[in-house]
């Protein structure tokens, strides 16, 4: 079959290897892509919230199946276009994705259902989340309603930083129409970890954890950012915990759903913390991971392509892994999440790797660029985490970019546990 994937990141690039070694896929398409892309995929120079453009392509192309990558074109309703014109696409509708999209309703989702998730109040004015935030202190954490690129969190030590993010996001409007509302909840401690599942309606298939690293610098310290690095399986957690986080968290979330007549299909990404009270709901995406995607899908034995379309089709479907562990490291232009440096040469970079993930490249002529902040994903696989993270630092340790920068840590929380 024809597949096209929607998207030009690291996510992306790793949907589009599995594709293009997915015995049932004749050729794989991706819009926009990237420069590391068009090495397992055919680029198509349509904008990914093209989707008219996108539509016809797939018409014109036979495209079988689409996957999307980003949660904007989700948010806009690209799936439910396709829908309407008969085509096979794995994504949640425009009504489904506010999951991800509203912080605001994924709360409200959970309250009703009883997931459990952090207490929080919603707020629209600057006066009266700031009498919140006195009656809770610090620290605490405030959030942009809506989309903000994995940049709208502030986790608050200080009554000051607490004042500034709610004046930034209600006042300044740093996020624009996203932050015009905010979500102020407590603060959580505990293991962080992501868990991603393949859903059709009332169909749950699991994938394997992952862990992401979203601070920008070592030590969990620096900004929030889309994510530094991740690794998968996630083998220092307590035994039993997916099965657990599947009965709180997924079932009841994917049930309500359908309940409330707003059936959820696509990737379900829960980011979920071990509290001592057990898994609890940091936040839910409505689309594959960046990074986590980087280092589960390559450990996915199962033909990609077939899998999503049975699924799609309520066939039955079995999952098959790879038992080694990949850790991938994120290389990023400096000043990254804030002002970046940009056209970074990268030419070091310009042979192919199966586990070197472009997130944010194109060509010059011959010459490789990057064109993002998070620039190139590197993993390496190994027999356990240890040797999987060793690897991918050696590799590098002999590519060293002075303008690009990575965690040296990732893998850290484990590594303490081994
Ligand atoms: P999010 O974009 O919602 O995943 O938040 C980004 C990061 O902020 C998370 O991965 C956590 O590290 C942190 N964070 C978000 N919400 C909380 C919370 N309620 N308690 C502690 N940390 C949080
Ligand atoms: N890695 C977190 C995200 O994709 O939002």
Request: net charge negative; charged share 25%; proline share 4%.
């Amino acid at each position: 079959m024809n597949v096209l994937v929607i998207g030009r990141g690291g996510r992306e690039h790793a949907i589009c290897k599995a594709m293009a070694k997915a015995p049932s896929v004749t050729q794989v398409f991706c819009a926009p892509g990237n420069a590391g892309i068009a090495a397992c995929a055919e680029r198509v120079n349509i904008d990914e919230n093209d989707q008219e453009s996108l539509v016809q392509f797939a018409k014109t192309n036979q495209v079988e199946l689409t996957v999307v990558g980003p949660e904007q074109p989700l948010a806009e309703g690209i799936v439910d276009r396709f829908l309407a014109e008969g085509l096979f696409i794995f994504g949640p509708s425009k009504e489904a994705s506010r999951i991800e999209g509203s912080k605001s309703y994924a709360k409200e989702l959970m309250q009703r259902y009883n997931v459990p998730t952090a207490a929080y109040e919603t707020f629209q004015e600057a006066a009266s989340a700031k009498s919140y935030l006195h009656t809770k202190g610090v620290p605490i954490v405030i959030k942009a309603d809506g989309l903000a690129a994995g940049k709208g969190v502030v986790v608050a030590m200080t009554m000051e930083e607490a004042e500034k993010a709610i004046d930034d996001m209600l006042v300044d409007e740093q996020f624009g129409s996203s932050s015009r509302q905010i979500v102020i909840e407590e603060f959580l401690v505990g293991e962080e970890f992501s868990f991603m599942a393949l859903v059709h309606e009332d169909i749950i298939i699991p994938l394997e954890l992952a862990q992401d690293h979203k601070r920008a610098f070592d030590g969990d310290k620096g900004p929030n950012t889309g994510g530094m690095g991740a690794y998968s399986p996630v083998s220092h957690l307590p035994e039993g915990i997916a099965e657990i986080s599947m009965d709180t968290v997924l079932k009841p979330v994917v049930q309500a759903m359908v309940k409330e007549g707003r059936p959820f299909t696509g990737v379900l990404y829960a980011g979920l913390i071990l509290t001592q009270t057990g898994p609890k709901v940091i936040e839910f995406n409505a689309r594959f991971g960046d990074p986590e995607t980087q280092v589960v899908l390559p450990r996915l034995k199962t033909d990609l392509a077939s899998l999503l379309l049975k699924l799609l089709k309520r066939e039955k479907t079995e999952l098959e892994w790879d038992e080694n562990t990949i850790a991938g490291v994120v290389l990023a232009a400096e000043g990254y999440p804030g002002a970046y440096t940009k056209k970074i040469l990268l030419n070091q970079f310009k042979k192919e790797e199966e586990l070197l993930f472009h997130a944010g490249t194109e060509m010059d002529g011959d010459d490789l660029y990057s064109a993002g902040g998070r620039v190139l994903l590197a993993a390496s696989s190994g027999e356990n985490l240890e040797q999987a993270r060793n690897r991918v630092y050696s590799y590098l340790n002999k590519q060293q970019s002075e303008k690009l920068f990575y965690r040296k840590d990732i893998g850290h929380h484990a590594m303490k546990k081994e």
